[in-house]
Structures are given as C-alpha cells and as structure tokens.
C-alpha cells in the first residue's frame, strides 16, 4: 500500500491497489483507461509500451491487476508478416484501445499506413483471457463502404451491435449487425440479426447505446429513438436544422441519458460547430439548445445528476465544459477538474500529477503511479465544490408535471370565467373546445 510519501484518498470513500508484481505495461505511463457496463472490469492501455491490461473489481472499490496482452502478441499474423516494413519505418500503425465487455472482450481500433498510400482501418475484437481474435462470421464476403468507419456498441448483456454502411445497388445503407453473447463460441460469432435504417444520405447518422437504444438522425433534423432489439418505435425529438451538419457532414455524435433517464442529450460536431440540444424525455419537449463556433474536438459527454446540481459534462482534450442543461448558455469551462475536485474533497493537493482520468456513476477513476484510484462524491460534496470553487449558483428548476399544469390552468378558469362566459362555453350550438396534447 502506499506510504506517507505518495498520494492518498479519503479512506472512507476508496480504495488504493498498487502492483508490487507483474507490473502493468512494464512500468510505462497508462494513456487511457475504459470500463465495462456494469463497471466490474477495466482495461487500461499504453502507447509507450503498446499494450493493453485488464482490471478485475474485486468488491465496490479495490481493483486488482489481472491480465496483459502486447498488441504484437494479438496482432502477431500482421507483424510477422510486415516484419521488414515496421523495422524500416516504411509501415507506420496506430492501435488504440476502444471498450472492454463485462466478459473480458477488448474492441481495438488498428490503424495502419505505408508511405504515399491511404490508411487502412480496421477493428478487430479480442479475447483478453486467452488472447485470441473473436472471428465475426457473419460479416465475410459484403461489401462495405470505404467513407465510412464501423461503429462498435456493447451492452450490459455482452451482446455486440456494429454499425457498418453496406453497399448495395449503388446505394449506401446504414446497417446494424446484431451478435447476440449467446451466440459466442469457441471464438467465432455468428449475427442473426440485421437492421436496414436508411440510405446514407437521406439518415445523416445512426448509433445504438449501450441501453438499448437505437437513434436514427435524418436530414431534415428528426432524430427517431428506437429499441434496439424489439425495433419498436418510442419517440422521436426534433433538432434544430442547420445546413452546416448537412454541408459538411457529422464528425462526432453522442447521445446521453441522465441517470434517471429523465433527461437526454445530444452533441453533434461537425465542421468547427457543436451542436448540443437536451430534452425532457417524458415527451421529448425540448429543453434548451445550443450552437457555437468550437476548435477543439469533444471526446465524449458525462451527465451528473444530482438534483439541483445536475451538469452536463463535456470533454474536450485539454479541458472540461460544465454546463446546466436547462440552461446551455451556462457554461463553465474548467482545466484538470478532477484534480481540482479531489483536492477540495480531501484537503490535500496531492493529485497534480495524475496521468488520466475519468467520471461516471458519480466515481472518479484516477491513474497515478501505477495505481488505480477510485473516489465516489456525494451529493453536497458535489454542490459545494460548485457553488463555492467554480462559483456556478444555479439551481435546477424542476418541470411542473401533468397534473400541476392541469390544476394551475383549471384555477384561472375558474377565478376568471364568468356566469356569461359559462352559458357561452355551454351552449349546444357552440363546438367543444379543443383537447389539447400537453394536458390530456
């Protein structure tokens, strides 16, 4: 454990596991870290020392490192064979770690380029136990689309949806392949199930979460929310339309639930746009929106619902947009937030230094030193760290339901409707007011 030399927590609220063996990533810096769904497992990956580490959790907090593949041993058929290339620099390639399954399946993202010629893409899914490929079956022998990259999904349940555009009668079609965990065996994964969209064009974007969801964007602006797996239609919210996102095309999407599933967000980039827009989800009514002029690309989104001090969280590289979702316009912007936060929780400025970091849940995940830290906050810790470091005084104010909107209107009738306006209202030759939607 660690002495009185290195960084500390509060020790009611977290847990410290340091690898005094098989050190992670042969001691070189971690540079991302990713967690499954149901947070009982976490990967970790190096550029330095190209290589990717599995975290298994123990209990609430502590973790405790498990497992490492190099990507020369995952990728071992294409390094053998570019042997020379590699040596001599003439094959440069870019492998990033994507997600991690609650079963221990890591998405890599492989990026490889000879000189005076286009990359190649591909994404490939793997077994981190016992470090073999996971061969998709189902996807041999289409043909897909060369501008459009494959999109990855997994769920609570370890079923895989990937988002991949097919050609077909000159025509590109936004498709969704559907690997179901039960069909997983001895490595090799069979879809069955396939999901036609639309024709890329007229659907500017489509993406399922990892609760099930599938949103379907069009070009006119109407997002369509789907179940995934019924194919069931739920809702749909319209965004505001702008020709830029038509124009130019979407470079990042993310779509986010709150954790009561009470709000939704969505922010689209495209060009040097971000476009955010929330909605109430009960009935889709928009609840703010926001578009400005943006450089920095956003990585991804976090919502913190804690009542009066709900925030959308977003992530750029080098730093952190806090904005109030009933209000975007509300926007702070914050450098090394976490550090920041930690320190303010437990009074020690100790965590400078940290080499990554990220939120969810209400839980921070902190790489230093070759550790894990992990810290959950409360509510007023939360609050207080707004209202008296950041200065955000805001407070949400919460909709008034059905039946409030419905008892504050029938009290104005009531105070002012008259007798006559009375006899008016229920005179046989008079038609019957119209029932509006947002009442009843």
């Given at each position: 454990?660690?002495?009185?030399?290195?960084?500390?927590?509060?020790?009611?609220?977290?847990?410290?596991?340091?690898?005094t063996k098989n050190e992670p990533h042969?001691?070189?810096?971690i540079s991302k870290i990713v967690l499954?769904?149901?947070?009982?497992?976490?990967?970790?990956?190096?550029?330095?020392?190209?290589?990717?580490?599995?975290?298994?959790?123990?209990?609430?907090?502590?973790?405790?490192?498990?497992?490492?593949?190099?990507?020369?041993?995952?990728?071992?058929?294409?390094?053998?064979?570019?042997?020379?290339?590699?040596?001599?620099?003439?094959?440069?390639?870019?492998?990033?770690?994507?997600?991690?399954?609650?079963?221990?399946?890591?998405?890599?993202?492989?990026?490889?380029?000879?000189?005076?010629?286009?990359?190649?893409?591909?994404?490939?899914?793997?077994?981190?136990?016992?470090?073999?490929?996971?061969?998709?079956?189902?996807?041999?022998?289409?043909?897909?689309?060369?501008?459009?990259?494959?999109?990855?999904?997994?769920?609570?349940?370890?079923?895989?949806?990937?988002?991949?555009?097919?050609?077909?009668?000159?025509?590109?079609?936004?498709?969704?392949?559907?690997?179901?965990?039960?069909?997983?065996?001895?490595?090799?994964?069979?879809?069955?199930?396939?999901?036609?969209?639309?024709?890329?064009?007229?659907?500017?974007?489509?993406?399922?979460?990892?609760?099930?969801?599938?949103?379907?964007?069009?070009?006119?602006?109407?997002?369509?929310?789907?179940?995934?797996?019924?194919?069931?239609?739920?809702?749909?919210?319209?965004?505001?339309?702008?020709?830029?996102?038509?124009?130019?095309?979407?470079?990042?999407?993310?779509?986010?639930?709150?954790?009561?599933?009470?709000?939704?967000?969505?922010?689209?980039?495209?060009?040097?746009?971000?476009?955010?827009?929330?909605?109430?989800?009960?009935?889709?009514?928009?609840?703010?929106?926001?578009?400005?002029?943006?450089?920095?690309?956003?990585?991804?989104?976090?919502?913190?619902?804690?009542?009066?001090?709900?925030?959308?969280?977003?992530?750029?590289?080098?730093?952190?947009?806090?904005?109030?979702?009933?209000?975007?316009?509300?926007?702070?912007?914050?450098?090394?937030?976490?550090?920041?936060?930690?320190?303010?929780?437990?009074?020690?400025?100790?965590?400078?230094?940290?080499?990554?970091?990220?939120?969810?849940?209400?839980?921070?995940?902190?790489?230093?030193?070759?550790?894990?830290?992990?810290?959950?906050?409360?509510?007023?810790?939360?609050?207080?760290?707004?209202?008296?470091?950041?200065?955000?005084?805001?407070?949400?104010?919460?909709?008034?339901?059905?039946?409030?909107?419905?008892?504050?209107?029938?009290?104005?009738?009531?105070?002012?409707?008259?007798?006559?306006?009375?006899?008016?209202?229920?005179?046989?030759?008079?038609?019957?007011?119209?029932?509006?939607?947002?009442?009843?």
């Open positions: 454990m660690s002495n009185e030399n290195q960084p500390s927590l509060s020790s009611n609220s977290n847990h410290v596991v340091e690898i042969n001691g070189k810096k499954s769904l149901n947070m009982r497992y976490a990967a970790t990956w190096s550029k330095k020392d190209q290589s990717i580490c599995g975290w298994q959790i123990i209990d609430d907090f502590a973790f405790e490192f498990e497992y490492s593949a190099g990507i020369q041993e995952l990728y071992e058929e294409f390094y053998s064979k570019h042997s020379k290339a590699l040596s001599n620099k003439e094959l440069i390639v870019h492998p990033q770690l994507e997600a991690i399954s609650n079963n221990k399946l890591v998405v890599i993202n492989f990026v490889s380029k000879f000189k005076k010629e286009t990359e190649e893409v591909s994404k490939n899914i793997f077994d981190l136990v016992k470090k073999k490929e996971i061969k998709l079956e189902s996807l041999e022998n289409l043909i897909f689309s060369d501008f459009h990259l494959p999109f990855y999904v997994i769920n609570n349940k370890d079923d895989l949806a990937i988002h991949m555009p097919i050609k077909s009668f000159n025509k590109i079609h936004a498709t969704i392949f559907i690997f179901y965990s039960k069909d997983l065996h001895d490595h090799y994964w069979q879809s069955k199930k396939t999901i036609n969209c639309g024709t890329m064009g007229e659907i500017r974007a489509y993406h399922s979460t990892d609760n099930g969801k599938l949103f379907i964007l069009d070009a006119c602006g109407l997002l369509t929310q789907w179940d995934l797996y019924t194919l069931r239609f739920e809702k749909q919210y319209q965004l505001e339309w702008d020709k830029i996102w038509i124009t130019y095309g979407l470079e990042e999407k993310f779509y986010i639930f709150n954790n009561n599933f009470t709000l939704f967000a969505i922010c689209l980039q495209a060009f040097d746009y971000l476009f955010i827009n929330v909605y109430l989800t009960e009935n889709a009514i928009p609840l703010s929106c926001k578009y400005e002029r943006h450089n920095n690309r956003l990585s991804h989104l976090e919502f913190i619902s804690f009542d009066e001090g709900e925030r959308l969280l977003l992530f750029f590289e080098d730093m952190i947009e806090i904005r109030d979702p009933y209000c975007l316009d509300h926007c702070i912007k914050v450098s090394n937030l976490c550090e920041k936060f930690l320190a303010e929780i437990n009074g020690k400025e100790n965590m400078q230094n940290a080499d990554l970091y990220i939120i969810r849940n209400e839980n921070m995940y902190i790489i230093l030193e070759g550790r894990i830290f992990v810290q959950k906050f409360s509510k007023k810790q939360w609050i207080d760290f707004l209202r008296n470091k950041l200065h955000d005084y805001n407070e949400i104010k919460f909709l008034p339901s059905k039946l409030q909107i419905k008892k504050f209107l029938q009290g104005i009738l009531d105070e002012n409707i008259n007798k006559s306006d009375n006899e008016f209202i229920n005179r046989k030759d008079v038609e019957k007011p119209y029932k509006g939607l947002l009442i009843e």
